[in-house]
């Protein structure tokens, strides 16, 4: 599924996908100012460490799938697990996946699986008043989650993950491209962008990496962009930007999937117009 962005240049696409595996950041708990006291829940420290360990486990998981798989086996594997949470074999057990339950009695877990329904029922009919069930998880979290599907968690909790990444996708390629037209405007050149660019791509996990957006050799392509960008001189400087550059076009390869990965079924020519938020967009997958 697209985001359509729309500016004086033109208009550019970026997925609702779609973070990184080595060092992830787990919730944690201050001693000194998050442990319950007087009137602190315990019920909320309890649901952390529980969220803690579900993360921790799909983290080590991610690392053995990183160390056993090729690129183009990690890449497969990304492909099936999203056919399974966002497009035809998503919509093919929708009844069921509402009706999936966690194996487990422990009342957060479930509570946050009833959320995690809600959370994409409503998204689908297009409400973009929505919290997310993992609130507090940055985007490497939320994709170890949607990926993992040994983890126990349920499909429905799976895409509520990927949805809510994907916003935090779209807000950052928003800003950056807000960021690089200031750049334009002031400098005539758009190396600062571009490095942002390069600099997100190696900050992805590399199940993200392996994907069919981002070829083998991105990130030699994209330094030799920027080293061709930084010696521009006002007698060639529209030269980047009048080929095959227009830094439209680079946030576009940096982001957005082949069309065949983002849509799915009789919906999978249809393009999202500017005005359509995340939520929008989402009930397409």
């Avoid at 602190?40 to 529980?50: D, K, Q, Y």
């Avoid at 492909?79 to 487990?104: C, N």
Wanted: proline share 6%.
């Amino acid at each position: 599924m697209h985001i359509t962005v729309s500016s004086s240049s033109g208009n550019f696409s970026v997925p609702l996908e779609v973070p990184k595996t080595n060092g992830i950041k787990l919730p944690s708990v201050n001693a000194e100012t998050e442990l319950p006291v007087l009137n602190a829940s315990v019920t909320t420290v309890e649901s952390l460490s529980v969220m803690a360990r579900q993360l921790s486990a799909s983290a080590d998981r991610a690392s053995e799938r990183e160390l056993s798989m090729s690129r183009d086996e990690l890449a497969a594997y990304a492909v099936k697990q999203q056919s399974k949470f966002l497009f035809d074999g998503y919509k093919v057990g929708k009844a069921r996946h509402d009706v999936e339950m966690p194996q487990t009695d422990d009342p957060d877990i479930l509570q946050r699986d009833r959320l995690a329904t809600e959370y994409v029922n409503s998204s689908s009919r297009g409400d973009t008043d929505l919290k997310s069930p993992f609130p507090g998880l940055s985007r490497d979290q939320l994709l170890l989650i949607a990926y993992d599907d040994r983890g126990g968690y349920t499909i429905n909790e799976r895409r509520a993950a990927w949805c809510s990444s994907a916003q935090m996708e779209y807000k950052w390629a928003s800003a950056a491209v807000a960021r690089s037209q200031l750049e334009s405007s002031a400098t005539g050149k758009v190396p600062v962008f571009l490095r942002e660019v390069l600099d997100y791509y190696k900050a992805l996990p590399m199940i993200e990496k392996v994907q069919d957006r981002y070829p083998p050799n991105y990130e030699a392509e994209m330094e030799a962009r920027i080293a061709e960008e930084v010696a521009r001189t006002p007698d060639n400087q529209d030269k980047l930007l009048t080929a095959d550059m227009n830094l439209f076009d680079i946030l576009a390869a940096a982001l957005v999937p082949k069309d065949k990965r983002l849509n799915a079924g009789d919906r999978s020519n249809e393009k999202p117009t500017p005005a359509q938020t995340p939520a929008e967009t989402d009930s397409s997958a």
